[in-house]
């Protein structure tokens, strides 16, 4: 947990899969808490007047069937493209290939989509994934590079990075529970990082840093203007009266949370080698509630939804 530009608070314990222990240092899989970094890169280039959110998805990528026509960028983003569901994607594409161009292949295939873009909002893996090749077409350079240069560089995070392989891991990185190593697809995941590397993050976002936290915090709406609770790559939530800005990542043996908080400029995070328990949301809970009512006393207490 991190306050201001004060010293992070950290506790690390345990080993990694390679009786590595444990440390601010380690470098692990952030499973879908690389959602809003891919999202971050989409925005800066809105932000830059090239990209296109009312762009259909079909311009960019034609080897989709004709409903990508109907998809627009902004769709992606907000997880309102009506793509088929995520189980039936990874079904199609199988443990063998897990990469970018393993599942827009298996996009393919689905002649029909399950509903109208921007009629509901149900999370997508595959949209994210398709955001993050648009977000290549338009920068003319891969993710990992484009991502380099344009977040991880500037914020000083020198343990984050994309991988797409060959390898399951990329150098130094703790490995996951076999046999089911990370997949290597990227922007709905792909991202490697540190505990401290993810503060640093939330702290920049709270600061602006960007100069995009105000459109990457904006709720999406569907087409007929009713408002969704997520942004770009995050979910849009409340705690103890603030705003607060959230999102999970899992895999096999993994659990990660990552949760800012602006208006007390707090951002902390969780990741978690070998759990596979379902208890980030009341652990985070717990942390906010402690750090709340440090900064605010009589602040009341975390209720889970």
């Not at 990082?193 to 600061?207: H, P």
């Not at 902390?268 to 906010?288: F, K, N, Q, Y």
Request: charged share 20%.
């Amino acid at each position: 947990m991190q306050r201001h530009d004060e010293p992070p608070v950290i506790l690390a314990q345990g080993v990694t899969a390679a009786d590595e222990p444990v440390t601010a240092t380690t470098r692990t899989y952030a499973a879908s808490l690389s959602k809003q970094m891919t999202a971050a890169c989409a925005a800066l280039l809105a932000q830059q007047g090239a990209l296109d959110l009312e762009s259909p998805l079909s311009r960019w990528l034609p080897r989709l069937p004709a409903w990508a026509a109907t998809v627009r960028l902004r769709h992606l983003i907000h997880h309102t493209a009506a793509l088929p569901a995520d189980a039936k994607i990874d079904a199609t594409v199988g443990d063998a290939d897990r990469t970018t161009p393993g599942t827009i292949e298996a996009l393919a295939r689905f002649q029909a989509l399950d509903h109208r873009p921007g009629t509901v909002h149900v999370y997508s893996n595959a949209g994210y994934v398709c955001l993050a090749a648009v977000v290549e077409r338009v920068a003319d350079t891969a993710l990992p590079d484009f991502a380099q240069r344009s977040l991880f560089a500037p914020l000083g995070m020198a343990d984050t990075r994309y991988w797409s392989g060959p390898g399951p891991t990329p150098p130094g990185a703790a490995p996951l529970a076999r046999p089911h190593p990370a997949p290597l697809s990227l922007g709905d995941g792909g991202v490697w990082t540190t505990l401290s590397d993810l503060l640093r993050w939330g702290q920049a976002l709270n600061a602006d840093a960007l100069g995009i936290s105000e459109l990457m915090q904006t709720p999406g709406r569907l087409d007929d203007g009713t408002p969704i609770g997520y942004g770009w790559g995050i979910g849009v939530r409340s705690h103890a009266g603030h705003r607060v800005y959230r999102h999970g990542g899992g895999w096999t043996g993994l659990r990660a949370l990552h949760a800012r908080v602006p208006g007390l400029d707090v951002s902390a995070a969780l990741l978690a080698i070998d759990d596979h328990a379902e208890r980030r949301v009341p652990l985070m809970g717990s942390l906010l509630d402690e750090v709340i009512r440090a900064i605010e006393p009589g602040a009341p207490a975390f209720v889970r939804p």
